[in-house]
């Protein structure tokens, strides 16, 4: 995989339509310190749909393909503590930021550059921002759960699209029991955790209880039709969706799961609405 560094001029893009301004309490900001994502040649990288997005298509050497080049903002850290304070305290009050919609925050080459941990010490140095939202499907980010638990602002976004470990486009029974272990440790350590199944993937019928034993505080089940941002037409497009083996357009798997946690008492948003129901701190 090629990385490469590049100076960037902005780290805070506002967010004005589309997913994360679709539910009750949206977000105000996304932030990604990198093009391209080393976790692009796993499973999830067969259907991404970040790799149809300008961040990616345009920073790509040509010929490139997802998940073959990283392209770092090596002064990300500068960046946002620059632009946090320009913000000022009522500016900050009304940020919901959610890192990240692009790429992933622990992706592999974060141990080595740790780009989101200089992050988190920039946001520790803001306590006014209402809403930070680290989603992540890496259990690298044990690593900075004291810093994230912090941060009083802070949730931890989870994926776990399924609990089968078989099929031959899903995670490894190995990472599903380390991402839910994860989860627990990083409750245990005082952070909010918001679990969510996206996209959900055919899973067992016990998917919900073992969800609902993981020590998560809220839910979000997503869908490739309702996550993808083109009605499914993205994902139509994926490596996925042309060796999926099954009707991976068919929502009600989802949607049975969905209303299995809401039965059980579960706190659970569906698609973008779910991502973006975390009510304000100063409702909390």
Same mark, same amino acid.
């Given at each position: 995989?090629?990385?490469?560094?590049?100076r960037?001029?902005?780290?805070l893009?506002?967010?004005?339509?589309?997913?994360?301004?679709a539910?009750?309490?949206?977000f105000?900001?996304s932030?990604?310190w990198?093009a391209g994502c080393?976790?692009g040649?796993?499973?999830?990288?067969r259907?991404?749909?970040?790799?149809?997005?300008?961040?990616?298509?345009?920073s790509?050497?040509?010929?490139?393909d997802?998940?073959?080049?990283v392209?770092?903002?090596e002064n990300a850290a500068?960046l946002l503590?620059e632009e946090?304070?320009?913000?000022?305290?009522?500016?900050?009050?009304?940020m919901?930021?959610f890192m990240?919609?692009?790429s992933?925050?622990w992706q592999?080459?974060?141990?080595?550059l740790r780009?989101t941990?200089?992050c988190?010490a920039?946001f520790a140095?803001?306590p006014?921002?209402d809403?930070m939202?680290?989603?992540?499907?890496?259990p690298?980010?044990l690593d900075? !759960?004291? #810093?994230?638990a912090? *941060?009083?602002? %802070?949730?931890l976004?989870?994926?776990?699209? @399924?609990?089968r470990?078989?099929?031959d486009?899903?995670?490894?029974?190995g990472?599903i029991?380390?991402r839910?272990?994860?989860?627990?440790?990083l409750t245990?350590?005082?952070v909010r955790?918001?679990l !969510?199944? #996206?996209?959900?993937? *055919?899973?067992? %019928?016990g998917?919900?209880?073992?969800l609902m @034993?993981s020590?998560?505080?809220r839910?979000?089940?997503d869908?490739?039709?309702a996550?993808d941002?083109?009605?499914?037409?993205?994902?139509?497009?994926s490596?996925?969706?042309?060796?999926?083996?099954?009707?991976w357009?068919?929502e009600?798997p989802?949607?049975?799961?969905?209303?299995r946690?809401?039965l059980?008492?579960?706190?659970v948003g569906?698609?973008?609405e779910?991502f973006a129901?975390?009510?304000?701190r100063?409702l909390?």
């Amino acid at each position: 995989m090629r990385l490469a560094t590049r100076r960037a001029t902005r780290i805070l893009t506002p967010q004005r339509g589309g997913f994360l301004r679709a539910g009750p309490w949206p977000f105000t900001h996304s932030l990604s310190w990198s093009a391209g994502c080393g976790l692009g040649k796993t499973y999830c990288g067969r259907y991404c749909y970040a790799q149809h997005l300008p961040n990616w298509t345009f920073s790509r050497e040509e010929g490139e393909d997802w998940g073959e080049a990283v392209i770092v903002k090596e002064n990300a850290a500068a960046l946002l503590d620059e632009e946090l304070a320009r913000a000022g305290s009522a500016g900050r009050r009304g940020m919901r930021l959610f890192m990240s919609t692009v790429s992933d925050p622990w992706q592999p080459v974060e141990r080595r550059l740790r780009l989101t941990r200089q992050c988190l010490a920039v946001f520790a140095r803001y306590p006014d921002i209402d809403l930070m939202l680290f989603q992540t499907r890496s259990p690298t980010v044990l690593d900075d !759960a004291a #810093a994230i638990a912090a *941060l009083s602002g %802070a949730w931890l976004g989870m994926t776990l699209e @399924t609990d089968r470990g078989d099929l031959d486009y899903g995670p490894t029974a190995g990472a599903i029991r380390q991402r839910l272990t994860a989860v627990r440790d990083l409750t245990a350590a005082g952070v909010r955790v918001q679990l !969510a199944v #996206a996209p959900c993937l *055919l899973h067992s %019928a016990g998917f919900a209880d073992l969800l609902m @034993t993981s020590g998560a505080q809220r839910f979000v089940v997503d869908t490739f039709n309702a996550g993808d941002g083109s009605q499914g037409a993205r994902t139509a497009g994926s490596h996925f969706a042309a060796r999926a083996g099954y009707e991976w357009r068919d929502e009600r798997p989802a949607r049975r799961l969905y209303e299995r946690l809401r039965l059980a008492g579960a706190e659970v948003g569906w698609s973008a609405e779910g991502f973006a129901s975390i009510p304000p701190r100063r409702l909390l």
